[in-house]
């Protein structure tokens, strides 16, 4: 198969950027949209051009590395999924395929393709935890959790931390991401004596980190890769109202 | 010089070694741990745990890798699960069944003393996870559920959904968090250490790379510690993430710690096959799909274009329960992928190439129900669809074997430190527990046991007396590994062929993988060992690296990596020449029982292998250091799983 891509190159954070046009030729419908890039760039560096730089690294979806923007949708059309999971022969044959970067302010761009997403990883170092000392866990059995409470927070819990939900929001809210790990720890009795504090302290830094307000679109759902689902974050708006009750009334 | 290789084995019964031990072990005064500089580098469930701990535990923790966030370590991606001897299912599991079947599986090549430790330590690790809140499979009932897994009779596995190692992770990942904000651990994303650097034969610090800038920094330290993960990469196509690479303890090899058995590498039978050249990795399916699938090819070769639903149950060879009646589909990993590259050899494998068997779901399907099967694994089903772009609860699954694990990686003693004092090497980095072969689900328990359990414990052994010895980065050691490091990237930039990376990566792993793969013999071995330095010299004469040194610089990264991997590889190969015997994983093709099984040889070769690098600049053969195994509570058999 034959494409024509519009790529998003931009030197650093502080340069300007701007789509540019290459050819991918002779590609395998069986070929994965990172391995097609793959293909682009070895042509590219033996011709003497700059590769284009993209981040990737288990190649399957669950690392939450890749962080693409493909013809204006985070990860890509195939979801669920990560642009690493997304496969050649979901495109027509001759297609332009447009690729940016995830674009979110506070996930400024290192270089081409690449983001820095590390404001996600301070929201979780804001509180998204348990205290529990290795060495003073009581035995895994004396704690009884209900499979239907293990299995949502499962299912929040699976999150992959890769951006994609505030990539796609308009207002680049990072609601999703944090509403998974609030409720993943919320569903647990373990996650309970620190229920209060902890849903408190990531609110607080998502918004300093600059992160949008959720306005119900839906769009994360959309793209999320690890269908975590947007009742979530209702789930996070009542955790924090509760939160912020019981503060008061302490107070 | 190295003198005998002393792996500090506590006196005393099997069962009381490692108590005894952590009772006569040094300890410090919580005062005194924030005088201490660790540097960890590598955050998977082994460096990640690690660093939680001993920040926790008070230490100053310094802690690396080369992903934008610890939590996409390459533990991410185990799927299956991980054991522990709870014997929650009351079928007879126990500490001394679990260091058996570890052993064992191991083909009888890994120490007594740290596979029990790791068999008893792995209750507690379980507890550890529940209490951080890892949302592991639970019953009904609510207590925790388990299932059974390769090489194993009884159900030891715990299991969050197919993400057993991301849910694991980010346990871990959590716990890190907590003692980043809590400022015992100072993390540094995206950084990439280039050398160690080893000052009066004390390990004190490291040389790295900042990934997003190109800056170079030395950072010193009171040990050094490394959680670096598997060098599976070395074969290009591995189930590996893409950055997985061979060069924190390559270079730690080179700088003097000695490597070993670098040829146990195991090959995981349930991949989905290769489909081209573009290919950049393999997936795995995971293992735990065998409890439930039925593997077979077709009786006839002439099957093997058919339809699988046209082949009768007549024509099928369901060749693992035909050949080992009792452990059928969960015979072990070597056991099965050799078994599977017969039936391919034989001109019985099915799908591109006749590289393939199936692992048919129909029959569980028709037991259970495809809800069941869904349940338990929906998402690999999905991912395989995605891939491959077929359905398996309608068509049977294709799979082959591929390159999944290292057993082999640098020489620890039974604190895991190296033969380099203060250099503490965990997780699939070193070669400790899991011998010749490693069993399913015990890459996670031993990463897991080594940070929360065991560092903790060993590591002031060394550190005590070390109070106050720290250097600073002017000295002249941390010079001369910066000045080594800029020569090396330099030269690296200079080159300007019109060879890619990739190809000659490429080129690398399609030689090792037929030689030095699944079965090996001296004469390809030598063949090997002839053609690799001609490789390398292709590289450094041929390879195009674009860019600057001063500069996100993806090509440059890998291009260490590569340069890496090919030297790695002749010493991979060395090894698995030197090492004159099957065993495991390895197997050398003149040494096999009349049914084609792995025939050790107990006499000359219970011993672990261990390489001393020789030379500087150019690479010479290295010298063979033995760690005789002594067995004293296990007899040593003939692996059977019949
Ligand atoms: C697909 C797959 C499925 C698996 N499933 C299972 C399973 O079900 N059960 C099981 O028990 N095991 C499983 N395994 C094996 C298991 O996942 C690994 O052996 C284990 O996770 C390794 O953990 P680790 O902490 O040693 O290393 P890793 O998790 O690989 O972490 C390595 C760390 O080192 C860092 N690093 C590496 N090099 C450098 C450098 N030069 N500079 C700085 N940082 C560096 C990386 O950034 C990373 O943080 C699986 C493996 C694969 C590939
Ligand atoms: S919620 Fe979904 S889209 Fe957002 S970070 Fe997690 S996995 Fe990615
Ligand atoms: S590269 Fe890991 S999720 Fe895409």
């Given at each position: 198969m034959n494409f024509k891509l519009k790529v998003w190159r931009q030197q650093d954070r502080q340069s300007p950027g701007k789509l540019i046009a290459y050819e991918a030729r002779d590609i395998s419908p069986n070929a994965s949209f990172l391995e097609m890039l793959d293909v682009v760039n070895e042509q590219l560096t033996l011709r003497g051009e700059s590769p284009i730089a993209f981040d990737s690294d288990c190649r399957e979806g669950i690392c939450g590395t890749c962080s693409l923007t493909v013809n204006g949708e985070a990860h890509g059309k195939d979801h669920p999924g990560a642009v690493c999971e997304l496969y050649m022969r979901k495109f027509r044959d001759g297609e332009t395929i447009t690729i940016e970067p995830f674009r979110v302010g506070s996930f400024p761009i290192v270089k081409d393709l690449v983001v820095d997403r590390s404001a996600l990883d301070r929201i979780v170092q804001a509180g998204g935890f348990i205290s529990a000392r290795a060495g003073s866990a009581p035995e895994a059995n004396s704690i009884l959790v209900p499979k239907h409470e293990s299995d949502i927070a499962m299912e929040a819990a699976a999150c992959i931390g890769c951006g994609a939900c505030a990539a796609a929001c308009p207002n680049a809210s990072a609601m999703l991401f944090t509403s998974a790990k609030v409720s993943h720890l919320a569903h647990l009795p373990q996650g309970n004596p620190e229920r209060e504090s902890r849903v408190i302290k990531m609110v607080e830094r998502m918004d300093a980190e600059g992160f949008g307000n959720c306005t119900n679109t839906y769009e994360c759902e959309a793209v999320c890769p690890a269908e975590i689902s947007a009742s979530f974050i209702a789930k996070l708006n009542r955790e924090y109202a509760r939160a912020k009750f019981r503060r008061s009334v302490e107070e | 010089?190295?003198?005998?290789?002393?792996?500090?084995?506590?006196?005393?019964?099997?069962?009381?070694?490692?108590?005894?031990?952590?009772?006569?072990?040094?300890?410090?005064?919580?005062?005194?741990?924030?005088?201490?500089?660790?540097?960890?580098?590598?955050?998977?469930?082994?460096?990640?745990?690690?660093?939680?701990?001993?920040?926790?535990?008070?230490?100053?923790?310094?802690?690396?890798?080369?992903?934008?966030?610890?939590?996409?370590?390459?533990?991410?991606?185990?799927?299956?699960?991980?054991?522990?001897?709870?014997?929650?299912?009351?079928?007879?599991?126990?500490?001394?069944?679990?260091?058996?079947?570890?052993?064992?599986?191991?083909?009888?090549?890994?120490?007594?003393?740290?596979?029990?430790?790791?068999?008893?330590?792995?209750?507690?690790?379980?507890?550890?996870?529940?209490?951080?809140?890892?949302?592991?499979?639970?019953?009904?009932?609510?207590?925790?559920?388990?299932?059974?897994?390769?090489?194993?009779?009884?159900?030891?596995?715990?299991?969050?959904?197919?993400?057993?190692?991301?849910?694991?992770?980010?346990?871990?990942?959590?716990?890190?968090?907590?003692?980043?904000?809590?400022?015992?651990?100072?993390?540094?994303?995206?950084?990439?250490?280039?050398?160690?650097?080893?000052?009066?034969?004390?390990?004190?610090?490291?040389?790295?790379?900042?990934?997003?800038?190109?800056?170079?920094?030395?950072?010193?330290?009171?040990?050094?510690?490394?959680?670096?993960?598997?060098?599976?990469?070395?074969?290009?196509?591995?189930?590996?993430?893409?950055?997985?690479?061979?060069?924190?303890?390559?270079?730690?090899?080179?700088?003097?710690?000695?490597?070993?058995?670098?040829?146990?590498?195991?090959?995981?039978?349930?991949?989905?096959?290769?489909?081209?050249?573009?290919?950049?990795?393999?997936?795995?399916?995971?293992?735990?799909?065998?409890?439930?699938?039925?593997?077979?090819?077709?009786?006839?070769?002439?099957?093997?274009?058919?339809?699988?639903?046209?082949?009768?149950?007549?024509?099928?060879?369901?060749?693992?329960?035909?050949?080992?009646?009792?452990?059928?589909?969960?015979?072990?990993?070597?056991?099965?992928?050799?078994?599977?590259?017969?039936?391919?050899?034989?001109?019985?494998?099915?799908?591109?190439?006749?590289?393939?068997?199936?692992?048919?779901?129909?029959?569980?399907?028709?037991?259970?129900?495809?809800?069941?099967?869904?349940?338990?694994?929906?998402?690999?089903?999905?991912?395989?669809?995605?891939?491959?772009?077929?359905?398996?609860?309608?068509?049977?699954?294709?799979?082959?074997?591929?390159?999944?694990?290292?057993?082999?990686?640098?020489?620890?003693?039974?604190?895991?430190?190296?033969?380099?004092?203060?250099?503490?090497?965990?997780?699939?980095?070193?070669?400790?527990?899991?011998?010749?072969?490693?069993?399913?689900?015990?890459?996670?328990?031993q990463g897991l046991a080594v940070g929360y359990f065991v560092l903790p414990y060993t590591l002031p052994n060394y550190l005590a007396p070390q109070i106050g010895k720290r250097p600073e980065t002017d000295h002249a050691a941390f010079k001369d590994a910066e000045r080594e490091v800029r020569a090396k990237i330099d030269k690296l930039l200079l080159t300007s062929g019109d060879c890619s990376l990739d190809s000659i990566h490429r080129e690398l792993g399609a030689l090792l993988w037929d030689k030095c793969g699944m079965a090996r013999n001296a004469a390809g071995l030598r063949e090997t060992l002839g053609k690799i330095p001609a490789l390398r010299e292709k590289f450094w004469r041929e390879v195009r690296v674009p860019g600057k040194g001063e500069d996100f610089n993806q090509s440059l990264e890998r291009a260490g990596r590569v340069a890496d991997f090919l030297e790695f590889a002749e010493l991979m190969t060395t090894d698995a020449l030197e090492r004159d015997e099957s065993c495991g994983a390895h197997f050398r093709e003149e040494h096999q029982t009349p049914d084609g099984e792995a025939l050790r040889n107990d006499d000359d070769f219970a011993s672990v292998f261990a390489w001393e690098f020789q030379g500087n600049g150019q690479i010479e053969k290295p010298k063979l250091h033995r760690e005789p195994l002594h067995f004293e509570t296990v007899h040593l058999t003939q692996r059977s799983y019949k």
């Amino acid at each position: 198969m034959n494409f024509k891509l519009k790529v998003w190159r931009q030197q650093d954070r502080q340069s300007p950027g701007k789509l540019i046009a290459y050819e991918a030729r002779d590609i395998s419908p069986n070929a994965s949209f990172l391995e097609m890039l793959d293909v682009v760039n070895e042509q590219l560096t033996l011709r003497g051009e700059s590769p284009i730089a993209f981040d990737s690294d288990c190649r399957e979806g669950i690392c939450g590395t890749c962080s693409l923007t493909v013809n204006g949708e985070a990860h890509g059309k195939d979801h669920p999924g990560a642009v690493c999971e997304l496969y050649m022969r979901k495109f027509r044959d001759g297609e332009t395929i447009t690729i940016e970067p995830f674009r979110v302010g506070s996930f400024p761009i290192v270089k081409d393709l690449v983001v820095d997403r590390s404001a996600l990883d301070r929201i979780v170092q804001a509180g998204g935890f348990i205290s529990a000392r290795a060495g003073s866990a009581p035995e895994a059995n004396s704690i009884l959790v209900p499979k239907h409470e293990s299995d949502i927070a499962m299912e929040a819990a699976a999150c992959i931390g890769c951006g994609a939900c505030a990539a796609a929001c308009p207002n680049a809210s990072a609601m999703l991401f944090t509403s998974a790990k609030v409720s993943h720890l919320a569903h647990l009795p373990q996650g309970n004596p620190e229920r209060e504090s902890r849903v408190i302290k990531m609110v607080e830094r998502m918004d300093a980190e600059g992160f949008g307000n959720c306005t119900n679109t839906y769009e994360c759902e959309a793209v999320c890769p690890a269908e975590i689902s947007a009742s979530f974050i209702a789930k996070l708006n009542r955790e924090y109202a509760r939160a912020k009750f019981r503060r008061s009334v302490e107070e | 010089m190295i003198g005998n290789l002393d792996a500090k084995i506590p006196d005393g019964p099997l069962a009381d070694k490692w108590t005894r031990h952590k009772d006569h072990s040094r300890l410090i005064n919580p005062n005194n741990r924030r005088k201490f500089d660790i540097i960890i580098v590598g955050t998977g469930l082994a460096g990640g745990s690690a660093a939680a701990t001993l920040g926790e535990l008070g230490y100053r923790v310094k802690c690396f890798c080369y992903q934008d966030s610890p939590r996409r370590a390459h533990s991410i991606a185990a799927q299956g699960g991980i054991n522990a001897a709870k014997n929650y299912q009351n079928d007879g599991d126990s500490v001394y069944r679990l260091f058996y079947d570890t052993i064992k599986g191991g083909d009888f090549r890994s120490r007594e003393a740290n596979v029990y430790r790791l068999a008893e330590v792995s209750v507690n690790i379980i507890d550890q996870c529940v209490a951080q809140g890892v949302p592991f499979a639970r019953e009904y009932s609510g207590y925790l559920a388990n299932r059974s897994f390769g090489g194993a009779q009884v159900s030891r596995t715990f299991y969050a959904r197919g993400q057993t190692g991301q849910q694991l992770l980010l346990g871990c990942y959590s716990a890190l968090c907590r003692q980043i904000a809590a400022g015992t651990v100072q993390m540094f994303p995206q950084t990439e250490m280039l050398d160690l650097v080893v000052l009066d034969g004390h390990a004190k610090g490291i040389v790295t790379r900042d990934l997003k800038t190109g800056k170079i920094d030395m950072y010193s330290g009171d040990a050094v510690v490394l959680a670096t993960g598997g060098y599976g990469n070395v074969f290009y196509l591995s189930t590996n993430a893409r950055g997985c690479n061979a060069t924190a303890i390559h270079r730690a090899y080179k700088r003097g710690a000695l490597f070993a058995n670098p040829c146990f590498t195991q090959i995981h039978p349930t991949c989905i096959p290769q489909s081209g050249d573009y290919q950049s990795k393999l997936t795995l399916m995971s293992e735990s799909l065998r409890n439930d699938g039925r593997v077979w090819v077709p009786k006839r070769k002439e099957d093997c274009a058919k339809a699988p639903n046209e082949i009768p149950e007549s024509a099928r060879d369901y060749y693992l329960e035909r050949k080992y009646p009792s452990f059928g589909n969960l015979a072990p990993r070597d056991i099965s992928s050799r078994a599977a590259k017969e039936v391919c050899d034989e001109g019985r494998g099915v799908g591109p190439g006749g590289r393939g068997v199936y692992l048919d779901f129909a029959d569980a399907i028709k037991r259970l129900g495809q809800e069941t099967i869904a349940e338990r694994y929906g998402n690999l089903f999905e991912v395989y669809e995605k891939i491959t772009g077929e359905n398996a609860y309608e068509v049977p699954m294709r799979i082959y074997p591929a390159v999944h694990y290292t057993m082999g990686g640098l020489w620890v003693d039974y604190n895991l430190m190296s033969n380099v004092p203060g250099l503490f090497v965990i997780g699939e980095a070193n070669f400790s527990d899991h011998g010749a072969n490693r069993l399913g689900a015990s890459a996670l328990m031993q990463g897991l046991a080594v940070g929360y359990f065991v560092l903790p414990y060993t590591l002031p052994n060394y550190l005590a007396p070390q109070i106050g010895k720290r250097p600073e980065t002017d000295h002249a050691a941390f010079k001369d590994a910066e000045r080594e490091v800029r020569a090396k990237i330099d030269k690296l930039l200079l080159t300007s062929g019109d060879c890619s990376l990739d190809s000659i990566h490429r080129e690398l792993g399609a030689l090792l993988w037929d030689k030095c793969g699944m079965a090996r013999n001296a004469a390809g071995l030598r063949e090997t060992l002839g053609k690799i330095p001609a490789l390398r010299e292709k590289f450094w004469r041929e390879v195009r690296v674009p860019g600057k040194g001063e500069d996100f610089n993806q090509s440059l990264e890998r291009a260490g990596r590569v340069a890496d991997f090919l030297e790695f590889a002749e010493l991979m190969t060395t090894d698995a020449l030197e090492r004159d015997e099957s065993c495991g994983a390895h197997f050398r093709e003149e040494h096999q029982t009349p049914d084609g099984e792995a025939l050790r040889n107990d006499d000359d070769f219970a011993s672990v292998f261990a390489w001393e690098f020789q030379g500087n600049g150019q690479i010479e053969k290295p010298k063979l250091h033995r760690e005789p195994l002594h067995f004293e509570t296990v007899h040593l058999t003939q692996r059977s799983y019949k």
